[in-house]
């Protein structure tokens, strides 16, 4: 790889990139694949810290779970989280893309909640919890989600620059037959 490109962390494995969104906040990822589209490299990436979802959990079995979408207006419940997270050693950080926690986390428990059901059942997000708090009279949760999460970065000066909106809707299709045609290939 190019000097430019991404950097092989300290131990020589998987290099890592840093990738940034529109707001300025960072991500540090492992890079998993790289596509070249266009004239520009493209980056299939995984967080180097586990992804985490704010969760406010239903205070009764009839109703959902709700996943907390919009993390500017939580920063609140972020902050109980916070203290009940540096309990376990662990922080949590406001990244691009995904909230994540950094450092080590116990195995996880075998407890699967189902969040956000399908009308027709089918391909539900799976998630284990985390942790459980309760802020603003409310219960929440930090939920992990069992698929993995990729992000989908342009390489660009050495940095990777998240994408987002059009280029997103233009590029994924075309990223995914990409790895399907290189999964045949490997076949």
């Known amino acids: 790889m190019s000097s430019d490109g991404p950097t092989a962390n300290g131990s020589g494995d998987v290099p890592t990139v840093l990738v940034r969104d529109g707001q300025g906040r960072h991500l540090l990822c492992f890079l998993e694949q790289l596509i070249p589209l266009d004239g520009n490299d493209y980056a299939l990436l995984?967080?180097?810290?586990?992804?985490?979802?704010?969760?406010?959990?239903?205070?009764d079995e009839d109703s959902d779970?709700?996943?907390?979408?919009?993390?500017?207006?939580?920063?609140?419940?972020?902050?109980?989280?916070?203290?009940v997270l540096q309990e376990h050693d662990l922080t949590l950080v406001r990244s691009a893309v995904t909230?994540?926690?950094?450092?080590?986390?116990?195995?996880?428990?075998?407890?699967?909640?189902?969040?956000?059901?399908?009308?027709?059942?089918?391909?539900?997000?799976?998630?284990?919890?985390?942790?459980?708090?309760?802020?603003?009279?409310?219960?929440?949760?930090l939920f992990i989600p069992l698929d993995p999460f990729f992000v989908v970065a342009r390489l660009q000066d050495g940095e990777g620059v998240l994408?987002?909106?059009?280029?997103?809707?233009?590029?994924?299709?075309?990223?995914?037959?990409?790895?399907?045609?290189?999964?045949?290939?490997?076949d």
């Not at 709700?66 to 989280?81: F, K, Q, R, Y």
Request: charged share 45%; aromatic share 4%.
């Open 99 to 141: 909230l994540t926690v950094s450092g080590e986390l116990d195995e996880p428990e075998e407890l699967e909640e189902d969040l956000e059901d399908d009308e027709d059942g089918e391909d539900t997000d799976l998630y284990e919890m985390l942790i459980q708090f309760r802020a603003n009279e409310q219960e929440y949760g």
């Open 65 to 83: 779970d709700e996943v907390i979408e919009e993390l500017d207006a939580a920063e609140s419940i972020l902050s109980v989280a916070d203290v």
């Open 163 to 186: 994408v987002e909106g059009e280029e997103f809707e233009r590029v994924q299709p075309r990223i995914e037959a990409e790895l399907d045609e290189r999964e045949l290939a490997d």
């Open 46 to 59: 995984t967080p180097v810290d586990t992804p985490v979802c704010l969760v406010r959990i239903a205070e």
